[in-house]
């Protein structure tokens, strides 16, 4: 059996590389309209990352990405995670970090008027460690 040579390696591994970045790099864009069907909607990711912030440790890249389409007169996002998650909002409206709290059962969360726009989402980490976590969003006060 002949071992494949060095310049089959370096465009295999480009090839290998080329797969899988997409999936590592860009959040996942989840596109929001009224009276969406499955409620709550869960995604699942890892939290944390190398990028020191004021919210926290978070990746380079949002954990997440929201297009919202119409005006939401409620929306809450909510991270369940170990570890001290944080919860990194950039949208139309501004920044906001959301810290863990007590009156929430110690996961951040936030809630109320969403307007139309695009939100990149980072889920973070206050001791810099890194957790999987899951991000729900809901339309229901309850």
Not at 103 to 112: F, H, N
């Amino acid at each position: 059996m002949q071992l494949p040579t060095r310049s089959l390696i370096a465009p295999l591994f480009a090839v290998l590389l080329a797969a899988i970045a997409p999936h590592r790099l860009h959040a996942e864009v989840v596109q929001l309209q009224p009276q969406f069907g499955s409620d709550p909607i869960q995604l699942q990711g890892t939290s944390g990352g190398l990028q020191k912030s004021d919210c926290g440790s978070i990746s380079e890249q949002p954990s997440q990405t929201l297009e919202v389409g119409q005006q939401f007169p409620y929306l809450r996002l909510r991270v369940e995670s170990a570890g001290e998650p944080t919860l990194l909002i950039e949208g139309p409206t501004g920044r906001f970090c959301v810290l863990a709290d007590s009156t929430v059962g110690e996961q951040p969360e936030m809630s109320g008027l969403w307007t139309v726009g695009t939100y990149q989402i980072y889920i973070g980490d206050l001791g810099g460690g890194q957790h999987s976590y899951t991000l729900s969003i809901t339309q229901n006060p309850n």
